[in-house]
């Protein structure tokens, strides 16, 4: 699979003026995704600082760019009912003209859930959700008047061998990962073995890593991993975008 380069732009700590100005530059520089995260609080820095809703910001998104796609690094299935999800993911995948990634993952920040009045549950519950949740999405887009564009990714962001990997090798076509080289390696091969349990081809799925450091520390280890989507975090008030320059300089050396 081809090589490509993600940024997560952290919706905190920052202006929706200079998060849309660093959006453009990204896009500009030659990033292939630009996601966002779902959350109501800064995950660093103040916890109570600036801080900016998901889905709305992704909607501003669509008609802010015209050739990265976006999504979100992940959506919380516990904020939303599936159908309305559904709904707001195709409707953002039309403004974008088939741009969108929809993220998902069970969540986890516990501070979200508690000041915004939802259930927190088990870690377990929340998984058994999403794995309910997500035939629901797919079927919701069945019924949808316009339908989506296309086939809208669904990405799963998350490490759990038993739940989240195996609704992966289900329902997504992005499986995105946190870790070293060797535990990505790992995870995938527990991916591929779900896979080959209801089976399914495991090259259908791309496989996704977040990397904080330069090419030259991980870019060979997480390729090696089968990886083949690379995300930068950056968050405000300042936007450094040279370590995305630096990944995106990198993959076009590979040719």
Known sequence: MSIRIGLQLQPQHADYDR???TLRAAE???ADVVFNWDHFFPLSGDPDGKHFECWTMLGAWAESTSRVEIGALVTCNSYRNPEL???MARTVDHISKGRLILGIGSGWFEKDYD????DF???GRRLDDLGAALPRIRDRWTKLNPAPTRDIPILIGGGGEKKTLRYTAEYAGIWHGFGDAETIAHKCAVLDGHCATIGRDP???VRSAAVNGK???QAQGLLDAGVSLFTVGVGGPDHDLALLQEWISWRDAQG
């Open 19 to 21: 998060i849309r100005d």
């Open 115 to 118: 000041e915004y009045g939802y």
């Open 28 to 30: 500009d520089a030659g």
């Open 203 to 205: 090259k259908e799925i």
């Open 215 to 217: 090419p030259s520390e």
């Open 121 to 123: 549950k088990t870690a």
């Open 85 to 87: 999800l559904a709904d």
